[in-house]
């Protein structure tokens, strides 16, 4: 009897991956006794920072060590290059920085995160003093200009023109006045955009009296005020909605004025440091390299997108007249929640079959075949020493060369979410790679930090679409790290330009919406059968939705970005509402909304500042790679290795626009990255209008 039964039983166990296995446990690690025995460290394998105030020792020594290179560089008896001094100066600082600012956000420990906070000020007031350090810049440019009296080659000349160029934003190539008035407006720019920042997300009170009878109970009330704290975009009421989007959105003089402030210092400390712009300036060395290009870009996808854009907003529209057969047009309070009510509406139910075939475990076994087949690598999970990580959730991954059998790096994955935790999902270098004095190579560390639903008593974490997406994006990033395996820290991986950088991740959501590459992976989390074709044809469907109002709202968020960090902010207009009904007018196919504001609550000027039109870049370079290298064979060796070589083992050591005219053999206009884009996008709709 007991031997039928474990015959029975063996033949329905679906056997896992060690991968599988650990990202699909369904409880957090704990352990039956004491570690009393087992080696102990600090985060990240520092044992100086086993404690918070270890911070101190860190930076202090990061310190020192800059102080001494500064006068390796200086000397006339200088025994190495002049860039493998800057180097490791900018090595030994950022390896504080970074982390710093990781366990500033990330760490669970009020007082790991003020440690940190210090040590990131502390570096930040370093950097600024070699900014300002005039012979230090002299002997750099000296060497830029006549050459080194070691022999360099000419990614060595590269890396010191960037080095040269960080030094220049600071304006230490101007006479005093000059450079002390850049130094301001840096200072002054940096707490405007802070300010702003803070005051973006406030909630706006408002008299009772002020909105409909019917609507006043479905806000947070305080005395005769309702106080609207969002967008109540989930809202079934359209009322409701059209209320907390105009009251929210109200314009504010306090943040307009901060907002104002912030465009105008940009645009002085720019046209200071020799820039018509301060567009100018941020698309100066990236894929576009101009404002020119990006505007014929926006403009050439403006004009052939628009009519599938309202072809989109008019599917919201029968939707909305389904609830209120008044309804005559879409308005901007109705695009999110007719977005989601669509996707509810002919998917819901069948995605929530969907997901016990895509547990996250499954889904990084699906990584790690991609990147076993593409670049010969695999990831594994990496022992973790007592006090190495912030929180016990974290699973520590070594990726691995498997012709070699050596490590490239280590990503620390931060998966899942909980209440002290930031719930944007990023990716954050701790430690660059590159080759060390001693001839050792320093090897890469990230952290990718997501917001996952915990597992379930019965069941592993379980992704939706979304999901999955992200995950492969923020791997993206990684492998990004760990591929690039650059001779200097300054241009390891996603050290390059913000329309470069998001290439390798925009590209992993095409492996993530392929069907022959999901067959590989998703898996029933406790059968292991493989999904059934009906439930895949309704996840891919399911990502396709509305391709096209979304990206005609990237392009005129782009232009807006442009407009406003242009020479001419206002153009003649009175503010920056009025900007954005003129911008919003040619670029979106549903009107701004009168006496509302939503710009001032648009954190992306602070952080993307004249550079939100990288998500167009990159989203149009990466679909050219994958249509010309993937696209008939997302396992391709022959592919991988030509992308790993012509991409990511350059990380930002090569111009961006020759680094991607080199990989597709091809020439880079605003055209043809506005082809890319709109060919996606038209394939979509065919697929959407043949399974329809």
Known sequence: MFNKLSKQFVRNVWTVSPLTAEFNRLNPKTHSFPRFFEQKTGLFGHQLLSEPSGFYLFRENAIVESDRLVKEALSPHRQRKMVEVFDQLSNCLCKVADMAEFVRIGHPSQRFGHSAEEASITISTEVERLNTNKPLYEALREVSEKGDRLATNELDEYVMKLFLFDFEQSGIHMNEDKRRLVLQ?????????????????????????????????????????????????????????????????????????????????????????????????????????????????????????????????????????????????????????????????????????????????????????????????????????????????????????????????????????????????????????????????????????????????????????????????????????????????HITGTRCSTDLAEVPSILMEFFASDRRVIQTFAKHFQSGQQIPESLLDVWLASKQVFMASDLQSQTFYSALDQTYHSSQPFNGLKNTTEVLAQIQSHYYSVPAVPNTAWQLRFGHLVGYGAKYYSYLVSKSVAASIWQKLFQNDPFSSSAGQLYKEQVLAHGGGKPPKLIVQNVLNDTISAKSLADSLIDNVLQSYDRNSQSN
């Open 185 to 489: 407006l840096n200072q002054h720019i940096l707490h405007v955009g802070s300010y702003f920042m803070s005051t973006a997300s406030q909630s706006r009170s408002v008299p009772k009296s002020k909105l409909p009878e019917e609507v006043r109970n479905c806000f947070h009330t305080e005395g005769d005020h309702l106080v609207i704290n969002g967008l109540f975009n989930d809202s079934d009421n359209d009322l409701v909605r059209e209320a907390a989007y105009r009251v929210f959105l109200y314009p504010d003089e306090h943040q307009e004025s901060l907002l104002q402030e912030l465009l105008l210092s940009r645009l002085k400390l720019a046209q200071i440091c020799g820039f018509d712009s301060y567009s100018q300036r941020a698309v100066n060395g990236s894929i576009a390299n101009n404002p020119q290009t990006v505007w014929e870009l926006i403009n050439c996808i403006t004009d052939r997108l628009r009519p599938f854009a309202e072809q989109d907003f008019e599917a919201m529209l029968k939707l909305k007249v389904s609830n209120n057969k008044y309804a005559k047009s879409v308005k901007l309070w109705d695009i999110p929640f007719f977005t989601n009510l669509f996707k509810q509406t002919k998917f819901s139910q069948d995605i929530s079959f969907c997901a016990p075939y895509f547990s996250l475990g499954s889904c990084m076994d699906g990584l790690n075949t991609i990147f076993n087949s593409l670049f010969n690598t695999k990831l594994e999970v990496s022992e973790q020493l007592v006090g190495e990580c912030w929180h016990r959730d974290v699973i520590k991954l070594s990726v691995i060369d498997c012709n070699t059998n050596t490590i490239l790096g280590y990503i620390y994955c931060d998966f899942f979410e909980r209440s002290s935790k930031p719930h944007n999902d990023c990716h954050f270098t701790i430690q660059g790679g590159c080759h060390l004095p001693d001839g050792s190579y320093q090897l890469p560390i990230v952290v990718l930090s997501l917001s996952l639903p915990n597992p379930s008593p019965t069941a592993p974490s379980l992704l939706s679409p979304h999901m999955v997406d992200n995950l492969f994006h923020e791997m993206g990033h990684a492998m990004h790290s760990m591929l690039a395996r650059t001779p200097y820290q």
